[in-house]
């Protein structure tokens, strides 16, 4: 196959690439009847991971959709992060994926297809370790490279994990170290040193197939993905949606190796600092470390979850089975004058 560097293509990098959240929040003010559909269950009003629909039965239909610009230069991997990063989404809601379709845009006057057939195959490789199919798709001739899928997921209605379910006094867990937008950036940049993006590049291909589980835990109220809009804005959606607050503890966070290097050599994603202009409002003073850590835009990230403290044991326990020594980085409290406070 060609050599090629696929970051040369796109104006941005991964989950770097959303909309601040700012603007999607203008964006999506509409004028429109808002029409009640009894049977969504969870649709866009609290900025879930994804739409349920309840079928009935017990059990709602899960439905999402993610795509983005390459984060790394090889193709085969960038299909299989990009595919991770979608299913993320049904696991964030405590569900399993049933298929999927993906979403492919391709500048064709500048990659070759054996290029582009990589990108979905690193993304097939992603369906076929959660089990499901890559079941068509749809294509279009853009000017950046593009890939993401559509998920169709399944979950009983009992276990379904919203963004309004969290409750005051919960200890707060992330299931993966964050930094990722900065060492993309210290990618784009051409600052990085060999391997010191495999960790990260292997923190997106893991797939949080645990949230399945997390969610059928008693213990469990509430969970999101950490994706671009950073740590803080994830966990500022939740509590605005549950109506309570949150202290994070700082040091407690888990970083990929090397970020604070390349934090300090200035390499700063430009969506960290849309999301501060965002949320920053909403937030404690924080140090300039602080906030360019905790606003970093992650793709592919962790499951941010509330945890009651009478099912902490069982919730570690569980995490341990699967691999995932984790500790607290923060509590939920009653509703302050900062939404989240850190320290």
Known sequence: MES????????????????????????LQTTRENIIYPELLVGHANKDDAAAYDLGNGTSVLSTTDFFMPIVDDAFTFG???ATNALSDIYAMGGKPLMAISIFGWPIDK???????????????????????????????????????????????????????????????????????????????????????????????????????????????????????????HLSEICEASKIGATIWFDKVPLLPNV????????????????????????????????????????????????????VNAFLELSKKSGLILEAIGETTAQKEHLVVVI
């Open 260 to 311: 604070e290097k390349y934090r300090l050599l200035g390499c700063i994603a430009g969506g960290s600092r849309k999301n501060f202009l965002s949320y920053g409002s909403k937030i404690s003073e924080m140090t300039q470390q602080q906030k360019e850590i905790l606003c970093d835009p992650q793709t592919s990230g962790g499951l941010l979850v509330m945890v009651k403290k009478n099912g």
């Open 111 to 233: 990659l070759s297809a054996e290029v582009a057939r990589a990108v979905i195959d690193g993304g097939r490789s992603i369906c076929e370790a959660a089990g499901i199919p890559l079941a068509g798709g749809h294509s279009i001739d853009s000017p950046e490279p593009i890939f993401g899928l559509a998920v169709t997921g399944i979950v009983a209605n009992k276990n379904i994990m919203q963004n309004s379910n969290a409750e005051e006094d919960c200890l707060i867990f992330i299931t993966k170290p964050i930094g990722i937008g900065i060492l993309s950036t210290a990618q784009k940049q051409k600052k990085i040193e060999d391997d010191h993006l495999e960790p990260s590049i292997k923190a997106m291909i893991t797939l949080n197939k645990i949230g399945a589980d997390f969610a059928q835990l008693e213990g469990v109220v509430a969970m999101t993905d950490v994706t671009g809009f950073g740590l803080l804005g």
């Open 4 to 27: 090629v560097k696929l970051t040369e293509y796109s104006h941005g990098a991964g989950c770097g690439c959303k909309i601040s959240p700012m603007l999607l929040d203008e964006i």
């Open 80 to 82: 299989q992060i990009a």
